[in-house]
C-alpha cells in the first residue's frame, strides 16, 4: 500500500511539473564558465530561511565571470533573522560588484528590507512595496480547554519561560515584554532600510509610510522607496550600465541529485495544496512566531 502511494506521489509531481509548473523562467544561458554575465537570484514567497539564497549570492560574488547580480523578489516577507541574514549579505557581496533589485509583484516587509540594501531598485507601477513593520502572533485555547476540561501544568525556571504559553493568557508584565520586542525589532528594521536608502528617501517620509501599509510601484517612485518603474530587463539594462558592457543573463541554479529534486517538488507541492504556513515548523513550542511581514 505505501510503495503505491509512493508512486502515485512521484507521478502526480512529474504531471504538475509537465502540465502545471511555471515555464517562464528567464534565462539565456546556462554555462557557468561563460564571461561577462548577470547572475540571477529569485527570492520568492515566504522568508523561512537565508541558506539557498545566500549560497548562491556567495557563489555570485567569488566568480569572476559574473559581474553584477539581479534579486528578482516576489515575496511578502516573513522570518526576521533570515530577512537580515539576507541583508547583511547583500551589503557584503555589493562592496565587489553591484546588487541590482527588480521586484515583480510583491515586496513586502522583510522582502523590502532584503531590496532595499540594493545598489538600485526597479519595480513595476503596480509592484506592492513596503508593509514596513512587525508582527507577532500568540495563539489563544485556554477558553476552549476550560470547556472540555483539559487544564495544563507548567514547571519553569524563569517567569518569561513559557511566555506565549497558548493555555493561558498573558500577563501585564509579560505584554508589555513582548511588545518591547517587537518594538526593538521594528527599529532595526527602520534603522537598516534607512542607512542603505540614505540620500533617497527622507527619514520623515519612511517613517510615516512605515505602519504597516504597503504602496504601489509608482507611489514608491515618488517616495524614495524605489529608483526606478520598470520590468526585468530595465533592472539588466542597469546592471550593464553600472559594469559598462553588455551581459549574458545566467540564472543560477543549484545542482541537484533527481531525488533531492523530486522530495523538494513534491513537499513543496503538497504544502501549497493544503495551504498550510511551512513556517510554524521553525519555531519553538512557546508559539511566539515574530515575522517582517
Do not use: H
Request: aromatic share 10%; with cysteine.
Amino acid at each position: 500500500m505505501l510503495k503505491k502511494l509512493f508512486w502515485g506521489l512521484i507521478l502526480i509531481v512529474i504531471v504538475y511539473k509537465i502540465f502545471f509548473s511555471d515555464k517562464k523562467e528567464i534565462k539565456i544561458t546556462d554555462v557557468k564558465d561563460t564571461a561577462d554575465k548577470v547572475a540571477v537570484i529569485d527570492l520568492m514567497g515566504d522568508i523561512i530561511t537565508s541558506q539557498k539564497i545566500i549560497e548562491k549570492l556567495e557563489e555570485a560574488k567569488d566568480d569572476d565571470n559574473i559581474k553584477a547580480i539581479i534579486i528578482r523578489i516576489n515575496s511578502p516577507g516573513g522570518a526576521v533573522g533570515a530577512s537580515q541574514e539576507i541583508y547583511r549579505e547583500i551589503i557584503r557581496v555589493k562592496e565587489k560588484k553591484p546588487v541590482i533589485c527588480s521586484i515583480e509583484n510583491i515586496a513586502a516587509s522583510g522582502a523590502y528590507y532584503v531590496a532595499s540594501a540594493c545598489d538600485s531598485i526597479v519595480a513595476n507601477k503596480g509592484s506592492l512595496i513596503g508593509s514596513i513593520g512587525v508582527i507577532m502572533f500568540l495563539q489563544q485555547y485556554k477558553k476552549l480547554f476550560d470547556k472540555i476540561g483539559i487544564k495544563t501544568e507548567v514547571i519553569k525556571t524563569g517567569k518569561f519561560k513559557d511566555v506565549g504559553n497558548p493555555f493561558r493568557e498573558l500577563s501585564k508584565e509579560e505584554r508589555e515584554y513582548l511588545q518591547n520586542l517587537v518594538n526593538i525589532t521594528y527599529q532595526d528594521f527602520l534603522d537598516d532600510v534607512y542607512s542603505s536608502r540614505k540620500g533617497r528617501i527622507e527619514l520623515d517620509t519612511l517613517k510615516k509610510y512605515a505602519d504597516g501599509r504597503v504602496i504601489t510601484g509608482t507611489q514608491a517612485l515618488k517616495l524614495g522607496f524605489i529608483d526606478k518603474i520598470g520590468n526585468f530587463y530595465d533592472a539588466v539594462d542597469i546592471a550593464e550600465k553600472v559594469v559598462g558592457k553588455e551581459l549574458k543573463i545566467y540564472k543560477m541554479k543549484k545542482k541537484k541529485k533527481f531525488m533531492d529534486i523530486l522530495i523538494d517538488d513534491l513537499m513543496d507541492s503538497f504544502f501549497k495544496y493544503l495551504d498550510i504556513n511551512i513556517k510554524k515548523y521553525y519555531t519553538e513550542e512557546s508559539s511566539i512566531n515574530v515575522y517582517y511581514k
